[in-house]
């Protein structure tokens, strides 16, 4: 089974950037669609963006549009959240999940989760 | 988009209780849900998906039923271990969550 360990994060100021990074351990890593989930402080969980299997396509939630970019490595078995342009609501913990190929699939596992903060 | 909404928000209740919550989409996802229990610091852990399959390793008191608009999760006694939050997820249009039900010990 994979595991996902993220590393990145911490404190920037507005307008800023910030790239997240999400190891998985197996050799099934290829076969998974990886998603970027986040939680503002003391939120809900909301989805940032996906990229598929073979990292040909991504697709994000408006919010992330123009921002944010996903990429892979399924070389390096790692995923990448980069995040230009941060606001202050930008705020969060970041989530890596992977899922099954195809569309309507649940997500699991999840990363242990990394805090982003954007503050002047 | 799809909205997601759970009730209760909150729910308080005593360890051997039977628990219910319930997630309402703003449109049909067919049986594309599943349920995730969360813990203070931690990340989300998967439960139920396709709406009443229990992944592997979830204790058999918790079960998920519904289709199309009206879904809920079931814990039939609560353990000491169930107190969390609950959120379900839409995955049938792209990706949405519920807005949490906290489970608080009575």
């Known amino acids: 089974e994979v595991q996902l360990v993220q590393s990145g994060g911490g404190l920037v100021k507005p307008g800023g950037s910030l790239r997240l990074s999400c190891a998985a351990s197996g050799s099934t890593f290829s076969r998974y669609w990886m998603h970027w989930v986040r939680q503002g402080p003391g939120k809900g969980l909301e989805w940032v963006g996906r990229?598929?299997?073979?990292?040909?396509?991504?697709y994000y939630a408006d919010f992330a549009k123009g921002r944010f970019t996903i990429s892979r490595d399924n070389a390096k078995n790692t995923v990448n959240l980069q995040m230009d342009s941060l606001r202050v609501e930008d705020t969060a913990v970041y989530y890596c999940a992977g899922a099954g190929r195809f569309v309507n699939n649940w997500f699991d596992p999840w990363g242990q989760g990394t805090l982003v903060t954007v503050s002047s | 988009d799809i909205q997601m909404t759970q009730s209760p928000s909150t729910l308080s209740a005593s360890v051997g209780d039977r628990v219910t919550i319930t997630c309402r989409a703003s449109?049909?996802?067919?049986?594309?849900l599943a349920w995730y229990q969360q813990k203070p610091g931690k990340a989300p852990k998967l439960l139920i998906y396709?709406?009443?399959s229990l992944e592997s390793g979830v204790p058999s008191r918790f079960s998920g039923s519904g289709s199309e608009t009206e879904f809920t999760l079931t814990i039939s006694s609560l353990q000491p271990d169930d107190f969390a939050t609950y959120y379900c997820q839409q995955y049938n249009t792209l990706y949405s969550f519920g807005q949490g039900t906290k489970l608080e010990i009575k």
């Open positions: 449109q049909s996802i067919s049986g594309w």
């Open positions: 990229i598929i299997d073979d990292g040909r396509t991504t």
């Open positions: 396709d709406a009443s």
